[in-house]
């Protein structure tokens, strides 16, 4: 806790160098500037050797940095991580098959809705839990096709480990990974249907996302046909067997090269800095000096009570406290707003106020596009933000 948790009113002197603490799009790689994105392909058909090639430049350039298993094939698709998994669950999901959908946060609840009322999947388990917590994962049969978060964007709170699926289990996993990916290590082997967008972990431009099938995951795309219609940009058949072309950079609809190149430079930064392994490490430092922060500070508690939940990218936080306790709803609910616009008018940090659907809380993005020495700068002016919002 620094002098300002103590009550002192004085502004804190250093801001961060770079304010950017949004949670998607998170922030730009340290050095980034538009001069370091390649323009070649700009103006060319994606469908022209030059744009086929960045294309599969990036898919290649995230097999390499993720570990991704030879045999598996990744996707560039249309709409974003939600475009990526809605066409994973539309094109895998079978009514005739057992199917569990696990949610413990907004985006999570959201494929909850589309199996329930757009699927109207009949043989369908569903899991839930509070912001924070988890549910109970080892209650789901193997039997079962899986559709989970990895890691909760909106609640801070992540899956400890995947003990609860077994090798060679006989469903399906669909896994959103979006706020993981690149910050926490994918058990590849358990995992059939990976999705994820560039403008999370990686901070680059959004729009596209990004599928990626184990074998088992194209044997049921392949042997499967949905009953229900599918709108063009879920198809990824071609006659009986999967277009393996959406797999080599030939997209489904057209793709911005600009955000292309965008995301070529972060993977670039990427694997200069050291890859994946450094890009993790990067996240647990700055999720460990906001933690020790957290708990250093009476008025605040991590969302995820569970140290073993808790995430190393979007660190949620609510308060507590008596003063904070004996206000109304509506406002315990301004307090992070109020917290936010004035260390927005101050040009300290954006975009830091917890999602519009969680508790009210603060939730501050640590992956590794975010410097240390911006997250010690920031801290203090939080606490200095809260006195001011608490005293008037």
Request: net charge negative; with cysteine.
């Amino acid at each position: 806790m620094t002098e300002y948790a103590r009550g002192l009113a004085h502004e804190p002197t250093l801001k961060p160098e770079r304010p950017f603490f949004s949670s998607g799009p998170t922030a730009k790689f340290p050095g980034w500037s538009l001069d370091k994105l390649k323009t070649e392909v700009l103006g060319r058909s994606h469908r022209s050797a030059l744009g086929k090639n960045r294309l599969k430049y990036a898919i290649d350039l995230s097999r390499e940095l993720l570990g991704i298993p030879d045999d598996y094939l990744i996707g560039i698709m249309p709409a974003s991580d939600t475009g990526a998994i809605e066409a994973a669950m539309w094109s895998m999901l079978d009514p005739a098959r057992p199917v569990t959908v696990a949610a413990w946060e907004s985006f999570g609840n959201i494929w909850i809705q589309d199996a329930v009322k757009q699927l109207k999947l009949p043989n369908l388990q569903v899991l839930t839990a509070d912001y924070g917590e988890i549910p109970d994962l080892t209650t789901i049969p193997q039997r079962n096709d899986v559709v989970f978060t990895w890691n909760g964007t909106t609640s801070g709170a992540k899956i400890p480990n995947t003990d609860w699926l077994e090798p060679g289990r006989e469903g399906i996993t669909i896994n959103d990974a979006t706020s993981a990916i690149f910050a926490m290590e994918m058990d590849w082997s358990k995992l059939d249907a990976t999705t994820y967008s560039w403008q999370k972990v990686m901070g680059s431009e959004a729009q596209h996302g990004m599928l990626i099938l184990s074998p088992k995951a194209v044997e049921r795309i392949e042997s499967y046909d949905p009953a229900w219609p599918l709108p063009k940009l879920f198809r990824m058949k071609k006659g009986a067997k999967l277009n393996r072309g959406i797999f080599e950079g030939e997209t489904i609809n057209t793709p911005s090269m600009l955000a292309t190149e965008d995301y070529i430079a972060a993977l670039e930064w990427a694997k200069a800095i050291g890859g994946r392994k450094a890009l993790i490490e990067r996240a647990d430092a700055n999720a460990k000096l906001v933690k020790d922060w957290i708990e250093a500070t009476p008025w605040l508690r991590n969302m995820a009570s569970d140290p073993a939940l808790q995430t190393n990218t979007g660190v949620c936080m609510v308060f507590q406290g008596d003063w904070y306790d004996s206000l109304a709803e509506e406002d315990k609910a301004g307090v992070p707003k109020k917290i936010v616009k004035l260390l927005e008018e101050r040009a300290v940090g954006y975009d830091f106020n917890g999602y519009r659907d969680a508790p009210p809380s603060l939730r501050i993005w640590c992956g590794s596009t975010v410097e240390q020495e911006d997250l010690k700068r920031l801290l203090p002016w939080i606490e200095w933000a809260y006195e001011k919002v608490k005293n008037g």
